[in-house]
T-cell receptor, first 111, second 114 residues
C-alpha cells in the first residue's frame, strides 16, 4: 500500500547537536504530521502542517511542508536526552480518511 | 480528561487462537482507528470506525476484524493467529471530521503469538 520513505532510519548524536530528518512520498498529501513515540507509549503529535511551503515551530522543533507537497522535514535544535524516541512522519489521505505513516527515525542522544 | 485507553497491555496467544483487543476513545470522539506496529515497519493502517460503522480497512486479511459499540468503544479481533501477527496494536481516536488535525493514540496492546 501507500508508503512514506523516511530517513534516516536511526541517528545517534551528541547532546547539543542539531537533528534533521525527512519524509518523501510519490503521492501528494494535503496534510503532513510529525509524531514522537517514547518506549511503552503511543505516538504523540508534535507538529501539523497544512499548506505547501509552511514552516512551523514547536519549541526546539521546526517542521516544513515541502513545496511539491510530496515531502516534509523535521529539525530539532540543540538536542537533549529527553528527545530520545522514534519520530514518525504521517501524511493524511482524504481518500479513505487515513494517515499513512513512515517507518520512523530512531533517535538516540548521548550526553 | 482521560486519554485513549487500551486493554490488555500485553497479550500472549498461541498460533491458531483468537485475540480480542479493546479500546476506549477520548470522551466525545466518535472515530476510532486501529494500527499495527510491527518491528521496523512503522504503523500500518488496519481499520477505521465511525458512528458504529466500519468506514475503511487497510490491506489486511479478513481474519482481522472488529466493531464499534454504541458508546464508541471498539474491539479488534484477530482470528487464526499467526506468528507474524506479533506486534504492537495501537488504537487512536478523533472527533469525526477532524482527522486532518491528527489522532490521539493509546499506549497500545503488545500481542505476542507463540
Amino acid at each position: 500500500g501507500q508508503q512514506l520513505n523516511q530517513s534516516p532510519q536511526s541517528m545517534f548524536i551528541q547532546e547539543g547537536e542539531d537533528v534533521s530528518m525527512n519524509c518523501t512520498s510519490s503521492s501528494i498529501f494535503n496534510t503532513w504530521l510529525w509524531y514522537k513515540q517514547e518506549p511503552g507509549e503511543g505516538p504523540v503529535l508534535l507538529i501539523a502542517l497544512y499548506k505547501a511551503g509552511e514552516l512551523t515551530s514547536n519549541g526546539r522543533l521546526t517542521a516544513q511542508f515541502g513545496i511539491t507537497r510530496k515531502d516534509s522535514f523535521l529539525n530539532i535544535s540543540a538536542s537533549i536526552p529527553s528527545d530520545v524516541g522514534i519520530y514518525f512522519c504521517a501524511g493524511y489521505m482524504e481518500y479513505g480518511n487515513k494517515l499513512v505513516f513512515g517507518a520512523g527515525t530512531i533517535l538516540r542522544v548521548k550526553s | 480528561e482521560a486519554g485513549v485507553t487500551q486493554s490488555p497491555t500485553h497479550l500472549i496467544k498461541t498460533r491458531g487462537q483468537q485475540a480480542t483487543l479493546r479500546c476506549s476513545p477520548i470522551s466525545g470522539h466518535t472515530s476510532v482507528y486501529w494500527y499495527q506496529q510491527a518491528l521496523g515497519l512503522g504503523l500500518q493502517f488496519l481499520l477505521w470506525y465511525d458512528e458504529g460503522e466500519e468506514r475503511n480497512r487497510g490491506n489486511f486479511p479478513p481474519r482481522f476484524s472488529g466493531r464499534q459499540f454504541p458508546n464508541y468503544s471498539s474491539e479488534l479481533n484477530v482470528n487464526a493467529l499467526e506468528l507474524e501477527d506479533s506486534a504492537l496494536y495501537l488504537c487512536a481516536s478523533s472527533y469525526s471530521g477532524t482527522e486532518t488535525y491528527g489522532y490521539t493514540f493509546g499506549s497500545g496492546t503488545r500481542l505476542t503469538v507463540v
